[in-house]
């Protein structure tokens, strides 16, 4: 379990980027931050593995606060996915997934074949293992991102909108993916992006941030959809327009949901 207490964090530059923050992110489940950009999301996720220090306040791992633990130690349970999957491009595939546990001091042969293992396990062909970043599609690139930050076998995965930097179709592909990773692997998850269908769609929990870095609400997609918590998480998540504003139509004797805009969404089946 990651614990934030009443965690601040201000820049040396007079920025505060996250405010008074208290979230408990569950272990084995994901929990996506969501926001508009600058709202504090990223600054949030690199606290948990001390990329960044709060100035007042906690967080904790299973109770115990990282401020006390090595940021090298501390990291060998976490593992990293940044946006645009942070590749080193003068690196072979196979060597940026083994990256971490080398400098660690894992063997070399041990390193690569378990990074082998690790393409299979995202859904990489071995045969790009050789290849450079560069000679990888935006999707594949992603895929060996997330397969690097399972190659120290974290207990704790943090993604910072690992998906954002990919066409549509290849997104809802990679979101697939992990949906089916996760329910094999069960790591606690901790994602960030500003996609509010991403967070409903991957999230168990789902935090919704606001300017500031304040927390509007904490819960899953369920019950943030049934009970937004003001109206600030009422139109961010769209509860009240568009397609998540859905009313039943009788047309023909079949009662059909439509959108706010009319539009058939599907066939009401009871
Ligand atoms: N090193 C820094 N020094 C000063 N201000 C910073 C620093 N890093 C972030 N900030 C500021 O803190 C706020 C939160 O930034 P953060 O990167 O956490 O936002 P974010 O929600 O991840 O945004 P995005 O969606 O654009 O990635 C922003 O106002 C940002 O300008
Ligand atoms: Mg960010």
Redesign the pocket.
């Known amino acids: 379990m990651i614990e934030f207490r009443g965690v601040t964090?201000q820049?040396?530059?007079g920025?505060?980027?996250?405010e008074g923050v208290d979230i408990v992110i569950p272990p084995h489940k994901t929990t996506v931050?969501v926001?508009?950009?600058?709202?504090?999301?990223?600054?949030?996720?690199?606290m948990i593995n001390r990329m960044?220090d709060p100035t007042a306040g906690q967080v904790l791992i299973d109770g115990t606060d990282v401020a006390t633990v090595e940021p090298v130690a501390l990291r060998r349970g976490i593992g990293y996915v940044m946006?645009n999957s942070g590749l080193l491009p003068h690196r072979k595939v196979v060597d940026n997934v083994a990256t971490v546990p080398l400098l660690r001091g894992t063997s070399k042969r041990e390193a690569r074949a378990h990074a082998l293992e690790l393409l299979d396990t995202v859904g990489l062909d071995r045969s790009l293992a050789e290849k450079y970043p560069a000679q990888l599609s935006g999707g594949q690139q992603q895929r060996v991102g997330v397969a690097r930050g399972l190659a120290v076998d974290p207990n704790i995965l943090l993604m910072?909108?690992p998906f954002g930097a990919v066409d549509p179709i290849v997104r809802a592909e990679l979101q697939q993916e992990l949906l089916r990773l996760q329910e094999e692997l069960g790591k606690t998850v901790v994602f960030?992006t500003?996609d509010i269908d991403e967070a409903f769609l991957l999230g168990d929990q789902v935090v919704i941030?606001q300017?500031g870095?304040r927390i509007s609400q904490a819960a899953s997609p369920v019950e943030i959809l049934a009970n937004p918590a003001d109206d600030f998480v009422a139109d961010f998540v769209g509860a009240r327009r568009g397609k998540r504003a859905l009313h039943v139509t009788e047309v023909d004797g079949q009662r059909l949901v439509v959108d706010a805009d009319g539009r058939p969404a599907g066939v009401l089946a009871s």
């Open positions: 964090k820049f040396p530059d920025t505060v980027a996250v931050l926001g508009s950009s600058g709202s504090g999301k990223t600054t949030l996720l690199r960044v946006q910072d909108e960030v500003h941030m300017q870095g």
